[in-house]
């Protein structure tokens, strides 16, 4: 059993003194255009961390559906986490924006400056993406809800998908940044960002294996070595 909800109490005990990872799924509740639903980043995060728990071993918190916000504070909940014993947590966002990422590390940060000592771990997709962007000719232009996140949501739960819906976009413009907009939103007001015309049934389960196993890879050398290679 990997889903903590599945775990009895001291089940979870005895899981955490063993050093098993837990995995945090974080997402947004956030427009994906009229490709998908609001909820794609909280599906993509729930699978991903499921699988990497599967294949590597870990159990998977339950998912948490809200994020951006540059104001999300998320320090009660890990912190409820480490005071059950909790020594190796990995916050796994599936929604991107480096804000997100920002609000996580900031929200973490007092815990891990408290004794004792947890390993806290945020990652996100993207940081591994690079080698499927490349081999599917998407480099600098894919983005948000575009080819790499849609086949993603095809391949995970096509139910969520309105594949006659996707817009055609044919590149990833630049955004401003320097000037605080009253509605950024309005720079891609199709709700995509990116490159649409690679959307396929193939790129989706490539992208997808490639996060899990790269990710598991990762968990595997920081619980063995102690740090980042």
């Not at 590390?105 to 771990?121: C, Q, Y």
């Not at 950024?184 to 899990?212: I, M, Q, W």
Request: charged share 25%; net charge negative.
């Amino acid at each position: 059993m990997t889903r903590l909800g599945d775990l009895t109490k001291d089940e979870f005990a005895t899981a955490l003194q063993a050093g098993a990872w837990l995995l945090l799924p974080f997402g947004s509740m956030e427009t994906h255009g009229p490709n998908f639903g609001f909820g794609a980043d909280t599906i993509a995060a729930a699978h991903v961390s499921r699988a990497v728990t599967l294949r590597g071993g870990g159990l998977v918190a339950p998912t948490l559906p809200y994020g951006v916000c540059r104001t999300m504070r998320n320090r009660e909940v890990v912190a409820e986490y480490v005071r059950h014993g909790a020594r190796y947590l990995a916050l796994y966002s599936g929604h991107a924006e480096p804000a997100q990422f920002e609000a996580l590390r900031e929200g973490v940060l007092p815990i891990v400056d408290a004794e004792p000592r947890p390993t806290v771990l945020v990652v996100g997709p993207y940081a591994f993406l690079d080698p499927v962007r490349r081999d599917a000719e998407l480099g600098g232009r894919d983005g948000h809800a575009a080819s790499l996140e849609t086949s993603t949501l095809l391949a995970l739960d096509p139910s969520v998908v309105r594949v006659d819906r996707i817009p055609v976009v044919a590149d990833r413009p630049a955004l401003s940044r320097f000037p605080v907009l009253p509605r950024p939103e309005a720079e891609f007001p199709t709700g995509v960002h990116g490159d649409t015309s690679k959307v396929s049934a193939e790129l989706g389960p490539r992208a997808f294996d490639h996060v899990v196993g790269e990710f598991t890879r990762v968990l595997e050398w920081v619980r063995r070595e102690g740090r980042e290679w």
